[in-house]
């Protein structure tokens, strides 16, 4: 079966400051890993995504993510947060099984930015 | 172009009473889903239908029922509502890399 579990469920910091949203899976064989966002009253839009190939994956808005898969884990990071990345970040698992793929995601984690 | 739409964006109902919702993408995905979030915003899959099967069908109350009339459509019925039934709901679908694409979401209140 698999997990995924995200560090905090609020996190906080200033305008300017480094953004860390920590997410950690459990699989049993190679996952596809995704992070998510949803802004207020909106749907879910692909931050950025690992399937094979390169362990540092970097998405829009200036994010960007590292597999390691010794810590199963796929942290999120931005180097200096804007009053716009204010949402819900999800971390999400996907496996193929027999027929197509199952997506898991993590409780979720609200990103607050103050300035 | 919208790529998963879904309608109606709102839903207010009374208990007791059956409602649809309805799903459609325009990607030419093979697996589509039904995902329930709660006030809390915790995500949560609900159904996944791939090639017109039901394939994962988790622990929801059988008032819950996918209906998929086509490769293109799935869409959510519930009989009976209750009042834990007020959630967002979102349909997506997906591909062989797993990635979902996402409606905007169904708000459904139950009073």
């Known amino acids: 079966a698999q997990s995924v579990t995200q560090l905090g469920s609020h996190v906080s910091v200033s305008e300017g400051a480094l953004v860390l949203l920590r997410c950690n899976y459990s699989?049993?064989?190679?996952?596809?890993l995704f992070w998510y966002v949803q802004y207020p009253n909106q749907g879910l839009q692909l931050l950025l995504k690992y399937t094979t190939g390169a362990t540092l994956v970097k998405g829009i808005n200036g994010f960007e993510a590292e597999f390691k898969k010794s810590e199963t884990s796929f942290h999120l990071t931005k180097p200096s947060a804007h009053m716009s990345d204010a949402a819900e970040y999800f971390c999400?698992?996907?496996?193929?099984?027999?027929?197509?793929?199952?997506?898991?995601f993590g409780a979720g984690t609200r990103l607050f930015v103050k300035a | 172009d919208t790529a998963v739409s879904q309608t109606p964006k709102y839903l207010v109902t009374q208990m007791g009473n059956d409602k649809s919702i309805k799903c459609e993408q325009n990607?030419?995905?093979?697996?589509m889903y039904w995902y329930k979030q709660d006030s809390k915003k915790f995500l949560k899959i609900m159904f996944s239908y791939n090639n017109k099967e039901l394939i994962i069908n988790e622990t929801v109350p059988n008032r819950f029922s996918p209906k998929s009339p086509d490769k293109a459509h799935l869409n959510l019925h519930i009989n009976s509502l209750e009042l834990g039934d007020s959630a967002v709901y979102f349909c997506?679908?997906?591909?062989?890399?797993?990635?979902?694409?996402f409606g905007p979401g169904t708000r459904l209140t139950v009073l």
């Open positions: 990607l030419g995905h093979d697996t």
């Open positions: 999400a698992v996907s496996r193929g099984s027999t027929g197509g793929f199952k997506t898991i």
């Open positions: 997506a679908s997906s591909q062989e890399t797993g990635r979902a694409f």
């Open positions: 699989s049993s064989v190679p996952p596809y």
